[in-house]
């Protein structure tokens, strides 16, 4: 059966003005066989000869047959570039003539012309290739990675209740898990990331910081750098609420105790009627 969005090898049946005809086998049945315009026809081909060709619909809406090379095939990930963009969806550059659509209901985020985004293709329910900027099906399950190591990865999905998901490397699944999702990620963002679990089912745990001793440092500064801005009196101190903590420095309040005792300790700052003062 032969398959759209798909490479296939199939056999040369019929040659016409406009091209020759393919199908899986010998045949005469029109129902079987599929077009290879005469421009896409290898020099040399021949009644009976076999040729691997990807199959795609073309402006009309028929299925056709290229030797070109798609980006991605039914199933797969890839990076496209936007060309075009429009109220019901936009269309992708994928190394065909005829564009790659992405519905708007498939989209994550704002996406604009030139640029380019990760994404998967798959068939809709009326047979033709769409693409999805919902990569998590097709994301590969065992990464070559292991606790500690530092990965790029870009965020694909963003979830209140489980956290920033991402595609490292853009082709292997991980999560920052809610509990680690302080501050602000964007759709298509890039990040630098530690490797910090390895799941049983082979998909990894990520996080933006550093390890804790790591982390200080910079926590402290982003401490200090707000109480600058604030005129060198900050009304805050480390028995604020988690929730305002994460809101006004993007970190954890145990991230956040841990930098103001490095900045006491230093005697940079001090604590003095629930406030933090530069020194």
Not at 242 to 255: L, N, Q
Request: proline share 3%.
């Amino acid at each position: 059966m032969m398959e759209i969005g798909k490479k296939q090898e199939l056999v040369e049946v019929r040659r016409v003005d406009f091209g020759v005809y393919l199908a899986e086998k010998m045949t005469d049945n029109r129902e079987e066989m599929v077009l290879l315009p005469a421009k896409q026809v290898p020099e040399g081909l021949k009644e009976g000869d076999r040729i691997e060709v990807f199959l795609y619909r073309d402006s009309d809406d028929r299925m056709i047959a290229t030797v070109n090379e798609p980006r991605l095939q039914v199933g797969q990930i890839a990076i496209l570039t936007v060309k075009d963009t429009t109220r019901v969806g936009a269309f992708l550059d994928w190394g065909l003539e005829k564009d790659l659509f992405l519905p708007y209901h498939e989209q994550r985020g704002k996406i604009e012309k030139g640029e380019e985004i990760l994404v998967g293709m798959y068939v809709d329910k009326s047979g033709r290739l769409c693409a999805t900027m919902n990569v998590y099906p097709y994301l590969k399950k065992r990464a070559p990675y292991s606790v500690g190591d530092e990965v790029n990865g870009r965020v694909y999905e963003i979830s209140r209740n489980f956290g920033v998901f991402i595609a490292v490397d853009d082709q292997y699944s991980a999560l920052i898990p809610k509990k680690d999702a302080q501050g602000r990620f964007n759709y298509g963002e890039i990040l630098k990331l530690r490797v910090t679990e390895v799941r049983e089912d082979g998909r990894l745990c990520v996080t933006t910081k550093q390890k804790a001793y790591l982390q200080m440092g910079p926590d402290a500064e982003k401490i200090l750098a707000e109480i600058e801005r604030c005129g060198g009196t900050l009304d805050f101190d480390d028995k604020a609420s988690p929730e305002r903590i994460e809101r006004t420095f993007g970190i954890s309040k145990a991230a956040f105790k841990r930098a103001v005792g490095h900045l006491l300790k230093e005697r940079r700052i001090e604590k003095r009627d629930g406030k933090l003062i530069a020194i």
